[in-house]
């Protein structure tokens, strides 16, 4: 079974559609030409850009395709505004670049060197070695080194998976590679090598999207850690508790505008719209499915006998009737999961399959399916699961060793409704104490990323001749990871910025047309880009 379909068609229809929208927008301006303004002349309004000091997470370094490199780092929404922001006398803009666009990292041992970036291999998302050594052509090397520090002062302070405590945190590089690179100091801290090079314009970004992301990636197996403010006593995939978050961005914006700065920053996404989370659809299982049915087809009889049949007539019996059903060979199904807020019925399965099975067997079928139950539209797979659905579980019995279909998804691939409350709940508080913040400090432009990312998931969002969606591969806005922005996407929130800087300080980017256009930037990059 493929892991996720894409069409190449899907491609060049999208291609066509840009001419089509370039078609009518030649069509509109040709029709309005007594209406379309010229440009005003520039002007930088209150704000001094001749310093600009980004500080942020992955977004801002310009990850892209599930990894970084020079290509994506060239295309950060902080250097394109360096470039806008040269217009208003804005000072040379550096980045600490990767040293090829392999997108891997070479880290010492026992530690795994991080991957290759994605590439589109006409089917779907792909490493980039993997492409390469399926074609049989040679392997780019991986030449930036995770144990060399580049030693300097750089203006974009941008560091993959970092959280918002983390940017306070004094030593961070020793845990994270990518600020070790870059760290002015072994003791130092983001945030203070941000200060250090007294910005006179700084961006705060994703506060709080790694501080939820991790927790949502590994499908919530983390724990919410609202109310405890003790980050040293955190897991790697929990939620940050929001009075945390609003201590310490409190803390970088006292910081940062402290001899007199501007700035703007931004809230929080709900990151459960992006294609990591929506891309497969709880009822993944469709025998009409040219990939899916072949396989699943001839199956269904014998599942729906000794598995989901049994399963719903116990389920029923203890007034659950609708948590497992048959399948269907007519209808899309909904995968196998395991839920951990459902009632554990292990105890109950063992007992009423014992005479059918026996007492070793029955009692494996009741811990296996105790919590298990069928998916739903109020639940998100995780796009890492593609890799495991349908593949056998090692250590399950047969025949119940499939995963998503004779075995349940576990926790790790499965967002379930509480889970996505949590994230939002989080979320909520966290934009709220950012609001708060920058509504506190008229220097401080916010800039509402989570209409944004609501608007392209729901509508679209318009930029220049394209609508930009949050799909994988066709959407034009979210990489080949799910997760992080296309060069285009960067560009559409570099023009965010942009919009916030002209509402607050009084310039005027936008309307002297100060601003970056879509076709100056890709969506996806070529296998040849090495």
């Known amino acids: 079974m493929k892991n996720i379909k894409y069409i190449i068609l899907s491609m060049l229809?999208?291609?066509f559609l840009a001419c089509e929208n370039e078609e009518l927008d030649e069509l509109r301006n040709k029709d309005n030409e007594e209406e379309i303004s010229p440009l005003e002349e520039f002007t930088a309004g209150t704000a001094d850009f001749s310093n600009y000091v980004a500080v942020g997470a992955s977004f801002t370094a310009g990850f892209t395709d599930g990894a970084l490199f020079i290509a994506g780092q060239e295309n950060s929404f902080p250097n394109i505004l360096s470039q806008q922001f040269a217009n208003g006398n804005g000072g040379t803009f550096t980045q600490p670049l990767m040293s090829d666009n392999t997108g891997g990292l070479l880290l010492p041992s026992?530690?795994?060197?991080?991957?290759?970036?994605?590439?589109?291999?006409?089917?779907?998302?792909?490493?980039?070695d993997a492409f390469l050594m399926d074609l049989g052509a040679p392997v780019p090397p991986i030449t930036t080194d995770g144990t060399v520090n580049l030693g300097m002062s750089f203006n974009n302070v941008g560091v993959p998976g970092a959280k918002s405590f983390h940017v306070v945190t004094p030593g961070y590089g020793a845990f994270n590679p990518y600020y070790g690179r870059m760290a002015t100091g072994v003791g130092s801290s983001m945030l203070q090598d941000a200060v250090n090079q007294i910005p006179t314009f700084f961006t705060l970004s994703e506060m709080g999207g790694n501080d939820v992301l991790s927790y949502a990636t590994s499908g919530g197996i983390g724990v919410d850690q609202t109310g405890n403010p003790d980050a040293s006593s955190y897991g790697s995939n929990d939620i940050t508790d929001p009075a945390l978050l609003a201590g310490v961005v409190s803390q970088m914006v006292d910081a940062l505008?402290?001899?007199?700065?501007?700035?703007?920053?931004?809230?929080?996404?709900?990151?459960?719209?992006?294609?990591?989370f929506t891309t497969i659809g709880f009822d993944f299982l469709d025998p009409e499915d040219e990939d899916v049915g072949p396989l699943l087809i001839p199956q269904i009889p014998a599942l729906n006998a000794q598995l989901y049949g049994p399963l719903d007539n116990i389920f029923t019996a203890l007034g659950e009737p609708d948590r497992v059903n048959l399948l269907s060979d007519t209808e899309a199904n909904p995968l196998l999961i395991l839920d951990e807020d459902a009632t554990d019925r292990s105890a109950e399965?063992?007992?009423?399959?014992?005479?059918?099975?026996?007492?070793?067997?029955?009692?494996?079928?009741?811990?296996?399916?105790?919590?298990?139950?069928?998916?739903?539209?109020?639940?998100?797979?995780?796009?890492?699961?593609?890799a495991a659905i349908a593949q056998p579980v090692a250590g399950a019995p047969a025949p119940v060793n499939v995963n998503g279909i004779s075995f349940p998804l576990q926790d790790q691939w499965v967002l379930i409704p509480?889970?996505?409350?949590?994230?939002?709940?989080?979320?909520?508080a966290y934009n709220i104490a950012i609001a708060n913040i920058a509504?506190?400090?008229?220097?401080?432009?916010?800039?509402?990323?989570?209409?944004v990312l609501t608007q392209a998931s729901t509508t679209g969002v318009e930029f220049d001749?394209?609508?930009?969606?949050?799909?994988?591969?066709?959407?034009?806005?979210?990489?080949?990871?799910?997760?992080?922005?296309?060069?285009?996407?960067?560009?559409l929130m570099a023009n965010k910025f942009l919009e916030a800087i002209d509402t607050n300080f009084g310039s005027n980017f936008v309307a002297s047309g100060n601003v970056a256009k879509a076709n100056d930037y890709p969506f996806v990059f070529s296998p040849t880009l090495q």
């Open 13 to 15: 229809a999208l291609n």
């Open 110 to 128: 026992p530690l795994s060197n991080l991957p290759y970036r994605f590439i589109f291999n006409g089917d779907g998302p792909q490493r980039l």
């Open 257 to 276: 505008t402290l001899s007199g700065a501007k700035g703007a920053i931004t809230n929080v996404p709900y990151i459960t719209d992006l294609a990591h």
């Open 349 to 386: 399965i063992t007992t009423a399959l014992t005479p059918v099975l026996g007492a070793p067997t029955a009692t494996a079928f009741g811990a296996i399916f105790g919590k298990a139950r069928q998916a739903t539209s109020g639940d998100l797979i995780v796009l890492a699961a593609s």
């Open 418 to 428: 509480s889970e996505q409350m949590a994230i939002r709940n989080a979320t909520d």
């Open 439 to 451: 509504d506190n400090n008229p220097d401080v432009a916010l800039v509402d990323l989570n209409a």
């Open 465 to 491: 001749n394209y609508v930009l969606n949050t799909d994988l591969v066709t959407g034009g806005l979210i990489s080949l990871d799910g997760i992080h922005l296309t060069s285009r996407g960067y560009a």
